[in-house]
């Protein structure tokens, strides 16, 4: 799918009201597959490699928080009839909030899981540089990768979706992309965007999962109306812990909107 400045990659099927899933940093649709085919029976389903990410081009030259953005407005344009559920988990998640603030009209529902307004005070993009830069690459194996990377249900699909090249694996994205990806989030807490969204929105969290101190129960009160659920035994790759109970959590979301 080319844009003026880069390709991007998508899945799409079904047949239904358009929802969009949105990977995380550094993940890409391979890892949102499982969920896209629990909706498939009931809904257009769209998932798309973000820039920097998995098929789509590795080193784009922007990566603000408005290319994302626009990116996601043209895989609506080229997918969706009419208004779209938007579906983030992580830095997806603060994209697609960004998405229902600015153009609201294009979004029909918003759910953001362990997803938040942005903003950091602990310089998470250099500790970010510094563990991709520790990753010892190529994997001779996706085996390896998955014993590196710590052995949980991430490492189990980031090691899945390494690209093989000459007998050995390496990831589908550039870790110094990542990095500046990501200090679009951390650079600015979002507050006022986040009250600007006016579409029904669920925020998920896993039990073990990360986001600063309090930062849910100040987007709550902001926005009274937004519900909340917590999965247990789930940390921040909710999709990837409990795939069961984060797909029933986001059907029962997308039937209230219905």
């Known amino acids: 799918?080319?844009?003026?400045?880069?390709?991007?990659?998508?899945?799409?099927?079904?047949?239904?009201?358009?929802?969009?899933?949105?990977h995380g940093l550094a993940g890409s649709a391979a890892e949102l597959e499982p969920t896209a085919l629990g909706l498939l029976d009931s809904y257009t389903v769209i998932?798309?490699?973000?820039r920097g990410h998995g098929h789509a081009t590795r080193h784009p030259a922007d990566v603000s928080r408005r290319a994302y953005v626009d990116d996601v407005l043209a895989v609506l344009d080229a997918f969706a009839?009419?208004?779209?559920?938007?579906?983030g988990q992580s830095m997806g998640a603060h994209t697609a909030m960004l998405v229902a603030a600015w153009h609201p009209d294009r979004v029909r529902g918003l759910l953001m899981l362990e997803g938040g307004v942005g903003g950091d005070d602990g310089d998470y993009p250099s500790r970010l540089e510094a563990w991709f830069a520790s990753?010892?690459?190529?994997f001779p194996t996706r085996?390896?990768?998955?014993?590196?990377?710590?052995?949980?249900?991430?490492a189990a699909a980031w090691a899945a979706d390494l690209e093989e090249r000459d007998?050995?694996?390496?990831?589908?994205f550039d870790g110094a992309v990542m990095t500046s990806a990501i200090r679009g989030?951390?650079?600015?807490?979002?507050?006022?965007?986040?009250?600007?969204?006016?579409a029904p929105t669920l925020l998920v969290r896993g039990a073990a999962g990360t986001g600063p101190e309090?930062?849910?129960?100040?987007?709550?009160?902001?926005?009274?109306?937004?519900?909340?659920?917590?999965v247990p035994d789930a940390g921040h790759d909710v999709h990837l812990d409990q795939p069961d109970a984060w797909l029933t959590v986001l059907r029962s979301f997308l039937r209230r909107l219905a």
């Open 135 to 138: 990753w010892p690459v190529p």
């Open 47 to 50: 998932v798309p490699d973000q």
């Open 81 to 87: 009839q009419g208004p779209a559920v938007l579906v």
């Open 167 to 172: 007998g050995a694996f390496w990831p589908r």
């Open 185 to 198: 989030v951390a650079g600015e807490a979002r507050w006022d965007d986040w009250a600007a969204v006016t």
């Open 214 to 230: 309090g930062e849910v129960e100040r987007m709550l009160a902001l926005r009274p109306g937004v519900e909340h659920v917590v």
């Open 143 to 154: 085996q390896a990768a998955v014993e590196f990377l710590g052995g949980r249900s991430l």
């Open 1 to 22: 799918m080319p844009r003026a400045d880069v390709t991007l990659s998508a899945l799409a099927g079904g047949d239904g009201p358009p929802v969009v899933l949105l």
